[in-house]
């Protein structure tokens, strides 16, 4: 077992070498990480306090996963909705809404405060912009957003009142008024990214409101005001940085994903650590207490 290493603001927990490490997870019953390797495919398992490791291999590709209160976890796929257990070996198909568009697949999904989950589709050859996003609860799965190229990130604010949403083709972050039927309103720009940041991945949200977004091509997560302001910046060894969580027994520790893809030869050789899982060390933030998807 490759031992933990530190540097200056950040350590390395796993050289497990993702292809597109994504959807980070904390897992509070089992005091564990999950996380997707989008085109291995593979689901990851990371246990901080042990370090042990281990993976189990889907059918088809994950895109996201989130925990059931009932056990095993909610999953957005390249089939559609799904149940999966990685314990036990389980993928149970529940629907697909998007037989009609065979190059899509689904791509970042986060459960809200009131146990939904929600999950965006993209195109898989990035050009069409068909992505949507949708929410699903127990009564079933409903459209909230369309016209997105690559779908990403969702978050929502400590009070449940505002999500969050990225087209990372576009370079922007969008803020929604959540309703408590579910309901999307009042879609706006939350941040417009120049592109010498990189563009907006996968993100959270802190107890105090803030997010924390991955950047692809930025080396860095960033921490952002609800102002839209960035306000911290945490350099990582890798250009293609997906995704983040926040999770340990205080939600205090912060886990980075990040990816091989896209990456040529010799940037492989210049980042060595390229699809690694990561932690920030050193920022001082909490997350916000997990929610379990409640259907």
């Not at 590709?61 to 390249?78: D, K, N």
């Not at 999904?109 to 939904?116: E, F, I, L, Q, R």
């Amino acid at each position: 077992m490759a031992t933990e290493t530190d540097e200056p603001g950040w350590r390395t927990l796993w050289d497990v070498g993702c292809t597109l490490g994504e959807g980070p997870v904390w897992v509070a019953r089992e005091a564990a990480l999950y996380f997707v390797d989008i085109e291995a495919p593979a689901v990851h398992r990371y246990d901080p306090a042990t370090g042990e490791r281990s993976s189990w291999t889907p059918p088809c590709r994950v895109g996201s996963l989130a925990p059931r209160i009932g056990g095993g976890f909610i999953a957005g796929t390249e089939q559609g909705f799904a149940h999966i257990d990685p314990a036990a070996g389980v993928f149970e198909p529940i629907d697909h809404p998007e037989l009609h568009l065979p190059t899509n697949r689904f791509n970042d999904g986060k459960v809200d405060p009131s146990g939904a989950f929600w999950a965006g589709t993209m195109d898989d050859r990035k050009t069409a912009r068909q992505g949507t996003l949708y929410r699903v609860d127990a009564g079933g799965w409903a459209v909230a957003d369309t016209g997105y190229r690559i779908t990403n990130g969702p978050a929502f604010s400590p009070d449940g009142r505002t999500a969050y949403h990225s087209d990372t083709m576009d370079g922007v972050t969008y803020a929604f008024d959540l309703g408590a039927d579910g309901s999307l309103s009042n879609k706006r720009d939350f941040a417009r990214w120049p592109a010498t940041l990189g563009v907006p991945d996968g993100m959270t949200v802190d107890a105090e409101g803030y997010l924390w977004v991955a950047f692809w091509g930025g080396w860095a997560v960033r921490r952002v005001s609800p102002a839209g302001e960035i306000v911290g910046e945490y350099a990582l060894p890798a250009s293609n940085i997906t995704s983040c969580t926040f999770g340990g027994p205080n939600l205090d520790r912060l886990f980075v994903t990040c990816a091989r893809q896209g990456l040529d030869e010799a940037a492989l050789t210049a980042q060595p650590l390229a699809g690694a899982l990561f932690e920030i060390l050193g920022h001082g933030a909490r997350g916000c207490p997990p929610v379990e998807y409640a259907a």
